[in-house]
């Protein structure tokens, strides 16, 4: 079992920077690939980021490719979302994921919500324009 707390959210103008944190428990936070999602008012949950158990690979959508970093630091058991030219758009609730993989999956990282066994329970970004 993971438990996820995302912290960092907050409100923010257009052209700003904010950096999200999520904190896992347990030991065994080196065994999971995480990513970033976030929703909408009104919007089904879509994919932004992903990082491999190992740090080495990581994912984006195209609508935040450039702008935001994912990043992992696995001695602190947490999974950064540095978030820069923010736009009015990316207003959303954000989570963080986490996505058990085996050691000889160490490069994956996935898009897909399904394949995310543990979720954290979201934090507000507000984009102000």
């Known amino acids: 079992q993971v438990q996820l707390v995302e912290s960092g959210g907050g409100l923010v103008q257009a052209g700003g920077s904010l950096r999200l944190s999520c904190a896992a428990s347990?030991?065994?936070?080196?065994?999971?690939?995480m990513g970033w999602f976030r929703q909408a008012p009104g919007k089904e949950r879509e994919f932004v980021a992903a990082?491999?158990?190992?740090?080495?690979?990581?994912y984006y959508a195209d609508s935040v490719k450039g702008r935001f970093t994912i990043s992992r630091d696995n001695a602190k058991n947490t999974v950064y979302l540095q978030m820069n030219s923010l736009k009015f758009e990316d207003t959303a609730i954000y989570y963080c994921?986490?996505?058990?993989?085996?050691?000889?999956?160490?490069?994956?990282?996935?898009?897909?919500?399904?394949?995310?066994?543990?979720w954290g329970q979201g934090t507000q970004v507000t984009v102000s324009s």
């Open positions: 994921a986490a996505d058990r993989v085996p050691a000889y999956l160490r490069e994956r990282t996935t898009f897909q919500t399904g394949d995310y066994d543990y």
């Open positions: 347990g030991r065994t936070f080196s065994s999971y690939a």
């Open positions: 990082i491999s158990r190992n740090g080495g690979s990581t």
